[in-house]
């Protein structure tokens, strides 16, 4: 046959592919990528951080008195259960390279029930909101409310319902490293989906930390 | 089996990074209930700071992994410092 597989002049020689029991498996590079899709992230948010510190400039009354609305000690528990959580699921690594997977597995559940705790604060918090007239579009926010604060409560609600949605989307890549640690893919000697979806629900935290005090703590 | 794999963190350091972080955002309510004026909003970032930093370094293995990855973070960082810096130029001497 005078066949040539284009494929066949860029692959290694026999015996390294013989050799070659693991499968595609790269931790730094994985890695790499992790922190790369999470440097696109911490710009998108960096720049709704940007609008919300341009619009505090120029409105600094209004956004004083938006802020009252906000209830600092449910935004103080929130950001403790986020903490918390961003240890369970750091300590959940440390057990998985132990070769301890019932730890590993109850530490990955931890994380996402305080993670469901999180977002059932957020829902009650929201829903006060709402109960008061306040959300996005609103007559009352409309009608009876300054340019800055409807600027606040705008940014409140894009900002505190973007970082819900990557809590939710944190939640779905901690089911998938619980499936992946229970069939023992992901195991003590290739723990980098764990190591990822922790990496990815440390941002999370991170952007709640420059959250909180934004909104929560002007006095 | 410690030996081996340099990268396995003790669970009390996660915990003691915990407490301080717990502390630090105590601590940034209460200085914001100071009544500071316009110093309380630099008091408050000053901790989110120190948090994220804890973060990034102890959760985020930054502290454990190579050093290009440290450098990276910075770099990003950085890039957004500067963003801020020039938007803020714009707004003080427009």
Known sequence: MVLININQLTQPPMEQVLNHTDQHYDPEASKLGMWLFIFTELLLFGGLFLIYSVYRYLNPEAF???????????????????????MTIAMSTSALQQKNKKLTIILIVT?????????VNKY???????EHGIFPGSEHLINDFSQGEILFFGLYFVMTGLHALHIIAGMIIMII???KVQKEITNADRPVLLENAGLYWHLVDLIWIFLFPLFYLIH | ME????HIVPYKVYFYIL????????????????NLGPYSVLGAMIFAILKSFLVLTFFMHLKFDQPFLRIMVSGVFLLFIAIVLLTFLDYFYR
């Open chain 1, 177 to 179: 490293a619980l499936v």
């Open chain 2, 3 to 6: 030996n081996e794999k340099p």
């Open chain 1, 64 to 86: 004083h008195l938006a802020a009252h609305e906000l209830d600092t000690f449910i935004g103080a528990f929130n950001t403790i259960i986020l903490l918390i959580s961003s």
């Open chain 1, 111 to 119: 994380t996402f029930i305080l993670a469901l705790v999180f977002l």
């Open chain 2, 19 to 34: 407490t301080a972080l717990i502390t630090f955002t105590m601590m940034s309510i209460g200085i914001t209930h100071l």
């Open chain 1, 124 to 130: 009650f918090e929201w829903g006060i909101k709402f």
